[in-house]
């Protein structure tokens, strides 16, 4: 079955930067859209950023200029780059996929979450 699991989350502070990936696993025959959302205690989950199997990028108003989405396709990995962090960016971010297998047609896994607070 697949797993995404999520790495790079933490502790920063306002201004820094922190890099998060998200890593696809099983037995994958390929990966199309691939995503960040985040939710913040007690918001609704937004999305963050897409980006599309063919590097078609999607952000965010207020994360425009300062995340950056990519992936490698080789590793079957997306990474959010984010740099200018500020303390309501303080949420858990989680990775999602539109993945088909040698099991099932295309379908949307999401990882478990990765914390990422940035202190005032």
């Known amino acids: 079955q697949v797993q995404l699991v999520e790495s790079g989350g933490g502790l920063v502070q306002a201004g820094g930067s922190l890099r998060l990936s998200c890593a696809a696993s099983?037995?994958?025959?390929?990966?199309?859209?691939m995503v960040w959302y985040r939710q913040a205690s007690g918001k609704q989950r937004d999305l963050v950023a897409a980006?599309?199997?063919?590097?078609?990028?999607t952000y965010a108003d207020s994360m425009r200029g300062r995340f950056t989405i990519s992936r490698d396709n080789a590793k079957n990995t997306v990474y959010l780059q984010m740099d200018s962090l500020k303390p309501e960016d303080t949420a858990v971010y989680y990775c999602?996929?539109?993945?088909?297998?040698?099991?099932?047609?295309?379908?949307?896994?999401w990882g478990q979450g990765t914390q990422v607070t940035v202190s005032s």
């Open positions: 999602g996929a539109d993945i088909t297998t040698l099991r099932n047609s295309r379908t949307s896994y």
């Open positions: 099983g037995s994958i025959l390929s990966i199309n859209r």
């Open positions: 980006i599309t199997s063919g590097g078609t990028t």
